[in-house]
């Protein structure tokens, strides 16, 4: 009996020792080579910085992550810290009560001091801070300034513009924008684009809330430009076979000339093309409405469920801190969240100053809607790109599909 | 039974072990499944119970009922080629051939190969500009998937069709004039080239056009086009499916008597008569294997069209499993994905009752 008891002692004190030291578990879907490597050099810094907090580190697959996130936030051992997205993804789980707030450490005027005002509201729920902004960056017309240079034509600034380039592209006989939307998302960031700039974001942020119905004269305004690419054939005609990847190797090899993608493109653009890959702003439809703008934000959150709090806590202000965020951001080619970090070089400063010239900034729409919703939606819209003549069958049965999900 | 009635429990305690897990992991899971497939569920909050609600949803469904055809899809095709064609590869290769080892290996490496592997390996064949079929059949003059379906479908009417009346034709002289060894060598060749020019001048008043999609006009839409993505997939399927079947037939061969040939060929069948009446039949509990394998590996269905589509584009080439798991783990409707789970539980119970029946009645 003796012993018995002794042991048990023995091990909680090891326990409660433990605890002192203090621990903190970090989940993160950084599985990703580039950006792993860039996670485990940060753990590195955080432990010099804080040798006492002993750091378990995860890290998953990305889609595995996004998966395995909705068992670990309602379990008793929820990671302390956890990555994700800002926006409607991030408020899915406050709603449900499984984070905790940080107005704290970083709520009103503490959020200034870090971060530019315009993320507050993607990074908010119920007016309260519940996501730290790490990194972020911007959605935009790729394009290949050499075949621009040889069809001779300018970048295309309004709608017309854009639709005499990608004709004059396709009379050359290039074909005039790649996509590739096998896994959908790609063909989210048109309806996006086309909305805020015939919509304005008000409204559009009302779509995304599920507030407006898809067979509405609104989103009809939107798809009927759309089909004017689609109908011209102006969008490589496989494009529901091929990955985002495969369909920037028609960009790579020069068959293509335009893609509609975000900052991440130019990870995967060969080096030594690098000089001929450059971007341009979505073009305007309608003088009169603002400039509106697609950045994705990620960063990290704070599951309730959680046990060391406080170390938690630290890392978040380890995460925000100038110094953390110009490191990553240099690292990965990203923007970092901190407003006081410029841009690592000068194609992010061009996204950084396309950005800060706009009128204000959605997520993205499988970020920002309901994801039942955005999955309906966006096989909607790759269903609208092979048939456009089946539009209003389309906005119809995805108008059937908002009802039922938002009502 | 010399087992004594005290000891009726001892067996009992034997399987207790592999019952407890079955019960565990496979009976419990599925009664769980049924009572989600009644309430709506986000997987995380708790879930309210409903009803039938999920089912009628379901039946209202479009993409219910395009994933169940396409599973019915996947069954025919997976039972009508496998089968055939690993029976003939399996009756190639037991007759002992120079390198027949050999091919036998290369026919088996497919086998051998994970479906996602299987899948990625397909997905460049089929790639619209730069794959292997793409490039293959433009080496061979198609300029695109329209093309080719129109030159098989004239090479039917206007070549198999002609030949296949020309061996008919010989067929009915040969009831009335016996037609022996060089006669009927000629009467066959002179009367498929007699019917294949026919035919060719037929062409040229009646000349019917195949109805394609408009993207078969520009390329080789295997996995893009709504009409021939399944078909697609299921090919890439069937690539592995054919020499499992051919092994299942070659084990069977094995234990077919060499001396029960050699009898009917001494008693004059020919081959064909030799194939149908000895070899086959002593092949039927093969081909019971290989057709129930062949069907549940049809309704399995999942790992190919997750990985080379996703039932994409928009749903078309889904099959129930696939349905399940967006409806589930993206869309977040564990009850909804349930209620799937379901019909395709009765689905392949349903199947499997036929084979146990089968089973048990040889058995009894």
New interface residues.
Partial sequence: MKIKALILTALIVTLVAFGFAGKLVINSYNGDPEPRRVTNLLLEMFNEQYPDIEVELNIFAHEDFKTLIRTWLPSDDAPDVAQWFAGERMRYFADKGLLESMDDILGGEKWNEFFPEAFRSACSYDGEVYFLPESWYWWGVYYRPSIFAEVGIEVPETWDEFVAACEALKVAGYNPITIGTKYLWTAAAWFDLLNMRVNGLDKYIEVLDGKVPYNSDEIKETMEYWAVLVENGYFNDDASALTWQEALQRMITGDSAMYLMGQFIADSFPDDLEDDLDFFRFPVIKEDMGLYEETPIDGWMLPKNGKNKEEAKIWMEFISSKEVQSFIASELGRLAANKDVPAPNAHAQKGLDMIMESDGVIGFYDRDTNPEMANKGMNGFVQFMMYPEMLDQILDSLENDRKRIYE | MFMSKKRWWVPWVFLSVPLAMYAIWVIWPIIQTFAFSFTEWD???SSTFIGFENYK?LFND?IFWTALKNNFRWLILFVAIPIPVGLLVAMLFDVKLPGGKIFKTIMYLSMTLSFVVIAQIWSWI????NGALAVTLKAFGFANLDELIQGAFDFLIFVIIPVIIAVIVVKIIDKSVRLTGKKALFAYISLMALFIILAHVLKIFWDPQVETSR?AK??F????D?NMVTYSLIMSAIWRQIPYVMVLYLAGLKGVPPALVEASIVDGANWWQRFYNVILPMLKPATIVAITISVIDSLRAFDIVYAM??G????TSSVLANFMY?ET?????MGYGSSIAVIQFFITFGFIIVYLGNALKKEG
């Fill in positions: 997987g995380m909050t949803n479009p089929y790639d619209p500009k993207f520009n390329g839409p295997w996995l893009s709504p589509t996703r994409g584009p928009f749903n967006i783990f993206n869309n977040y409707r």
